[in-house]
């Protein structure tokens, strides 16, 4: 049986009596239990606007209605209209003693949901190109695509997590022929340089002499022409070249925490894709143009026809994807195949799915293109020498360097592996949490100083407030042991900890539902604020009174697992010292 969680259990109620009461049907998700914004009026309420729609009745009457009909709700001590709201007053001990039984029940599970068992998404994510190391929008793709992956795992779906790699095309022959007419030989190893950034070098330095000599474009299109045909040198080299650069995104992956069920890449798929336009071509579905390009008409995206597959043969990126989606569907049987790429993209995905729908393949309904904005770096040392972009693993690195410097300003001695360890950890908790309290379509404006604050929206105040618990429970780990009385707890600090782990299960289901985890970032900040300032206004381990030590003690513990958990959800370490 799926876990049912105090609040599910309110919310099921209340819907089951206003239905009764007014002999309607409601919308489970249009009735939504918040927080309410002044605890004077309550816990937590409900807006009644969508009753009035249906009831074609005032929000404020339909509130008064209810409060006065006394409902008989689980862990709820009072009801109150203020305004169109519907308030409820939770009764403490009940209440905390029902979200205490759920969190000790699924410890590293809490907030899991097993209501969407059997049900298949898959998600595509990082998608990098094989002639240079992953930069900052790389960065945002693989932090977003990994906690939603997280997200929707926990929520209950069987998620497949997979990349699709750009090893083919002219940008990788650029670097191909770089290395063939320039490098002398040399391999990563002997220049001491991970394999992704020894490639990109060359990349660059093809884009460099071609400006001088346009001729260098003109020699990768026939080295391109080559590795299509086969050429036994040309597929040798690439092959060498690509291997280089698998390590280095490996390292780069490993440090970022992001992990694959499944590889597909654009060499192994780009042939299906001509295949597959081919037939719609033979179908009848496409046609040419008179320059003998299949296209297909696009009328409707006002863009007139679109090539998708050249006179000469070759592919472009619509028909490789093609390709990689059928497969892909071929593979797995999904209910939904997300991809996380970014918002250039997005006239790329209409045509995608539009162009699949068109050549019959109906589950092209259930593709979904997560489009996420750009990020932008400040003026200084953090960019590239081009002066455009910053490599992923240079970021990371200088924010390591920072973190260290950060935690051994206000932190007691640490041996130089703890150090370490902790600026790595607070470092990837600061960029992956500066990202993901961003909506996905909106543009972030990455800010290292602010982003390793130990105050404010930051991983490292989050992280900080993990560890201010750790210390706690191990400092009472003599006095913190025995049942605890929950009727001694109930001030309004104690409240506002117990709702907010209530409120955690949902947290991760409207996370999940809406592809979103600024949701999830603004609760482990809410809860962290929270933890802070009940520290800040109430002792744990000093009360004066053994049985209050403990009951406030086991929240301590309750608001420690659910804090981890979501820290663990979008991948950041929680640390048991700072």
Known sequence: ?????????????????????????????????????????????????????????????????????????????????????????????????????????????????????????????????????QHLGHIRNNVLGMAIANILEAAGYDVVKVNLVNDRGIHICKSMLAYEKWGDGLTPSQTGKKGDHFVGDYYIMFEKKARDDPKLIEEAQTML?????????????????????????????????????????????????????????????????????????????????????????????????????????????????????????????????????????????????LSYGMVYLPEGKLKSREGIVVDADTLMDELHTLARKEITSRSREMGTEELENAAEAVALSALKYFILKVHPQKDIHFSPEESLSFDGATGPFAQYSYARLSSILRKGKNVLSGKPNFALLGNPEENKIAILLAQYPGVVSESAESYNPTRMTSWIFDISRAINKFHHDHSVLNTGDPELTIARGTLIRMARQALGNSLKLIGITPLERM
């Open 225 to 369: 022409q080559k590795w299509e045909q086969g050429d036994k040198d040309v597929v040798t080299l690439w092959k060498r070249m690509n291997t280089w650069v698998y390590e280095g995104f490996d390292e780069t992956y490993k440090r970022l925490g992001c992990e694959f069920e499944k590889v597909y890449y654009e060499s192994e798929t780009y042939q299906k894709g001509r295949d597959i336009v081919l037939k719609g071509l033979e179908n009848g579905i496409l046609g040419k143009n008179a320059s003998g390009d299949i296209v297909v008409d696009l009328a409707e995206f006002d863009i007139g026809e679109k090539v998708l597959l050249r006179k000469d043969g070759t592919s472009i990126y619509v028909t490789q994807d093609l390709g990689a989606t059928v497969d892909k569907f071929s593979d797995y049987n999904l209910d939904r195949s997300i991809f996380v790429v970014a918002s250039e993209q997005n006239l790329h995905f209409k045509i995608l799915f539009h162009v699949l729908k068109m050549l019959g393949y109906e589950w092209a309904d259930k593709c979904y293109h």
């Open 1 to 133: 049986m799926p876990e049912i969680y105090p609040l599910d259990e309110i919310h099921t109620e209340l819907k089951s009596q206003i239905e009764q009461h007014y002999n309607i049907t409601v919308d489970e998700h249009a009735l939504k239990l918040e927080s309410s914004p002044n605890p004077e009026f309550g816990d937590v309420g409900i807006g009644c606007f969508f009753l009035a729609k249906i009831l074609k009745k005032s929000p404020a009457s339909i509130a008064e209605e209810l409060a006065g009909e006394k409902l008989t709700l689980p862990y709820v001590k009072s009801l109150r209209a203020v305004g169109p709201y519907l308030n409820v007053t939770l009764d403490p001990a009940p209440f905390i003693e029902a979200v205490y039984t759920s969190i000790s029940k699924q410890t590293d599970r809490y907030g899991y949901s097993a209501t969407r068992a059997g049900k298949k998404i898959m998600i595509e994510y990082s998608a990098p190109n094989t002639n240079k190391p």
